[in-house]
């Protein structure tokens, strides 16, 4: 461990300041000024793909460093930046950083980054102190076999533009994102920011995972990439909030080519959807300490709550509440004879169930989780759907008719939440003994 003397701060700060003032008066405010090697091939083959940019500043100056072709063009690698006394070096392998709208196939696509091309280039080391003094020093740099090509993101397509990730099952629950990678890139980025965000907010980046789902080529190279976003509510997070986003597609190469596309995307109804049965319970008519005794051919019937716990519309489908079940049927037969199309499984679709423990199809007695006046009907692609609203109660009540006796070893019955092809969001709901009599 070094030790270092103990000075009194206020001393320690006089020595420091009465050096830096000697260091001022004497020190030319741009020294010792050195470009080398004068011929670099930035191609990322390891072989001069650099040069070495080193000069020292005097005193504090705002820097330049920019490049001038045979043109008279110039470009900017330091422009204007703060520095202050002292020693500097850089690397240079021929990237700009002056960021440059093109428009690719009636597509706007910004340039951040780019290697210049091939050529002879004049280079410029500019700074200028507080009272405005300059000093320059140029030389002139070679560029050959430069890797000027851009890793461009041609067709980059977000759809749905307006999102719905709220695992109704319905096309908006997922976006997809797809683009033309015309390069191999060393990095590619997608990611969401909050659209309109103002000089004081935090700058919220939200990355989307690369998962392409639907890519022949790996990560980063060249060709078409398509990948799917939920919003992460299949991770069983909560998507952003609400609001105006714009949707950005990042791609680097490994020379520095950077470019950035964006498309917008609208978040709405976003989020987790949770829903429980009111206290659990449900009321099976007639039980006795959660036993029932039903004569075969007769029925038995129930009712309970379902509540909209979570943040997000639940969509549900019939059968409505009030359907009888034979105990021969189950939604499907249902659906086939005579019920509606939307009675079959659907994915994204919450319904109520009842079950018993030698069921050959899980949940075979499944009715809507709720009445239709308990939800709100919206037109959705042509077709009715329905929803049980955040806070918002349904009644759920049914039968089942024991037309036929049930197999050997039928002793428990429940109630469940389905969240069909997702979940089973609650089971083993108040549990019951139904005991079959002959009549
Ligand atoms: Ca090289
Ligand atoms: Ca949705």
């Not at 000069?55 to 043109?71: E, L």
């Not at 006394?85 to 690397?91: A, C, D, K």
């Not at 359907?323 to 509606?340: D, I, V």
Request: glycine share 10%.
């Amino acid at each position: 461990m070094r030790v270092f003397p103990r000075w009194p701060i206020p001393i320690l700060k006089l020595l420091v300041a009465g050096w830096m003032l000697s260091a001022c008066a004497f020190a030319p405010l741009l020294a010792d000024v050195k470009v080398a090697p004068a011929v670099i091939s930035p191609n990322a083959d390891r072989t001069d793909d650099v040069t070495h940019i080193a000069y020292r500043i005097g005193r504090p100056a705002t820097v330049s460093i920019y490049f001038v072709d045979a043109q008279g063009q110039r470009y900017y690698f330091r422009n204007a930046q703060r520095r202050s006394p002292g020693r500097y070096t850089v690397y240079w392998g021929g990237v700009i950083n002056d960021p440059q709208v093109r428009v690719v196939g009636g597509k706007a696509m910004l340039v951040e980054s780019r290697v210049l091309p091939d050529g002879v280039y004049t280079w410029t080391v500019e700074a200028v102190d507080d009272s405005g003094r300059t000093a320059q020093v140029s030389g002139q740099i070679t560029l050959k076999d430069a890797d000027a090509s851009l890793p461009e993101l041609h067709n980059f397509t977000v759809v749905p533009q307006v999102f719905r990730p709220n695992q109704d099952g319905l096309r908006d629950d997922w976006v997809s994102i797809a683009y033309y990678l015309t390069k191999k890139a060393e990095r590619v980025q997608v990611y969401l920011k909050p659209a309109g965000r103002k000089p004081n907010e935090p700058d919220i980046k939200y990355p989307i995972a690369e998962k392409p789902y639907a890519t022949v080529v790996e990560a980063g190279a060249a060709g078409y990439h398509e990948y799917r976003y939920e919003g992460g509510v299949d991770q069983g997070a909560e998507p952003p909030p609400d609001g105006e986003y714009v949707i950005y597609g990042e791609a680097e190469d490994r020379v520095g080519n950077r470019v950035v596309v964006s498309s917008t995307l609208t978040i709405v109804e976003g989020g987790k959807p949770r829903a429980e049965v009111a206290g659990g319970e449900i009321a099976w008519r007639g039980a006795m300490n959660r036993e029932l005794s039903v004569a075969l051919g007769q029925s038995f019937c129930f009712t309970a709550t379902v509540v909209n716990i979570g943040p997000v519309p639940i969509r549900t489908a019939g059968p409505w509440p009030g359907q009888s079940f034979k105990f021969s049927e189950n939604y499907n037969t249902l659906a086939a004879r005579g019920g509606e199309e939307s009675w079959y499984q659907q994915a994204g679709v919450w319904r109520f169930g009842v079950n018993f423990d030698t069921t050959g199809v899980d949940f075979p007695f499944r009715w809507a989780i709720g009445r239709k006046e308990d939800l709100e009907e919206r037109l959705i692609d042509g077709r009715p759907q329905y929803y049980l609203l955040p806070g918002r109660r349904g009644q759920v009540f049914g039968c089942i008719t024991l037309d036929q006796k049930p197999p050997v070893g039928t002793t428990f019955w429940w109630g469940g939440l389905i969240h069909e092809f997702v979940e089973v969001a609650n089971n083993y709901i108040e549990r019951i003994v139904v005991a079959v009599g002959v009549p």
